[in-house]
C-alpha cells in the first residue's frame, strides 16, 4: 500500500511557538553531524535555476543542521553582510534577522518541517514542498521589516535516514504580500490532487492545522506562473523560455481557468497564498 503523509505531520491539532533554541537544538541536532563537503551536482543545478525563476531579490544557502555552509545570491541585501560572513555562524545569531513576535513560530515550523522530512518515505521527497512566510530585518533600516518567502529547494539525507543538508531559498515578497500573516505551507502533489496542508499565525495566536486542495498545474504552467510574477509579459516569457508567444498566452489562460481568477495579478496572489512557489 502507497504510505501517506507522515503521521507526524497529520496528528498534529495545534502548532505551539518555541520559545528557545534549545528546544530546536534537541529536534535537529540528532543522528549523523557530519558536514556534507562540497554541494551535491542536485544541488547545484537547482542553485543554477534559481535567478530564472525567483519572484523577486533573493538569497540562498545551503544548511548543514543548523549552520550554515553555503550562501550565493543577494546576501547583503538580506542580512547587511556578505555572504562568507554567514560561513559555520550559530543559530542564534541568524535568528536575530527575524521580527521578535515571528520568530516564535518560525522555530516551530522549522522544527515540524524537519520532523516531517525525516518521516517523509525517501521517494516521495520530490513531490514535497514545503514553505514558509515572515518577516525579516531591514539591515539598512532597522526599524523596518521585509515579508519573505522561506523555501525549502531540494534536500539530501545522510546514512541514518536523518536530514544531510538542505538548498533553502530566501525571496523578499514585500511587493506580493498583502496582509499580515506569518504562514507555513507544506505542498504533497504525490496524490491524484494535489494537497496543501498550512497553518496561519493571526495576531497571537496559532490556528489548528487544516488541510486544503489546491488545482494542479503543470510544470509548465509554473514556470510561466513564476515569470508572470516578475511582471513580464508575454512576448518576455516566450522568449525567456524559449517558446512560441501564442503558446504562452494558451498557458496564461488555463492558469486562470484553474486558479478560478480573472487576472495575472490575482493567479499571482493564488499562487503565493496556496504555496505553489
Request: hydrophobic share 40%.
Amino acid at each position: 500500500m502507497k504510505k501517506k503523509t507522515p503521521d507526524v505531520f497529520q496528528d498534529i491539532q495545534q502548532i505551539q511557538p518555541v520559545y528557545t533554541i534549545h528546544e530546536l537544538k534537541e529536534a535537529i541536532l540528532k543522528g549523523d553531524l557530519t558536514k556534507m563537503e562540497g554541494i551535491p551536482p542536485l544541488l547545484s543545478a537547482r542553485i543554477e535555476a534559481i535567478p530564472q525563476f525567483a519572484v523577486g531579490t533573493f538569497t540562498w544557502y545551503i544548511a548543514n543542521k543548523l549552520s550554515i555552509g553555503t550562501m550565493g545570491g543577494m546576501s547583503e541585501h538580506f542580512t547587511g553582510h556578505p555572504a562568507g560572513y554567514w560561513l559555520n555562524k550559530n543559530p542564534e545569531e541568524y535568528l536575530q534577522l527575524l521580527h521578535p513576535d515571528d520568530a516564535p513560530y518560525v522555530m516551530s515550523y522549522v522544527k515540524l518541517i524537519y520532523e516531517f522530512l525525516v518521516a517523509l518515505p525517501h521517494e516521495k521527497k520530490n513531490y514535497i514542498r514545503p514553505h514558509m512566510y515572515f518577516r525579516m530585518r531591514n539591515p539598512y533600516l532597522p526599524q523596518v521589516y521585509r515579508w519573505v518567502m522561506f523555501q525549502y529547494i531540494e534536500w539530501e539525507y545522510a546514512h541514518d535516514g536523518m536530514i544531510a543538508c538542505i538548498l533553502h531559498l530566501v525571496t523578499d515578497i514585500t511587493h506580493l504580500k498583502q496582509d499580515n500573516t506569518v504562514r507555513m505551507t507544506i505542498l504533497d502533489s504525490s496524490e491524484a490532487n494535489n494537497q496543501l496542508f498550512f497553518s496561519n499565525v493571526p495576531q497571537s495566536e496559532v490556528q489548528a492545522l487544516d488541510t486544503i486542495t489546491v488545482c494542479r498545474l503543470s510544470g509548465r504552467e509554473l514556470d510561466v506562473l513564476r515569470l508572470m510574477a516578475q511582471g513580464l509579459s508575454s512576448k518576455q516569457i516566450a522568449a525567456q523560455l524559449d517558446i512560441a508567444k501564442n503558446t504562452v498566452d494558451n498557458h496564461r489562460q488555463n492558469l486562470l481557468k484553474k486558479t478560478a481568477t480573472t487576472s495575472s495579478a490575482e493567479a499571482v496572489a493564488y499562487a503565493l497564498k496556496n504555496g505553489l512557489f
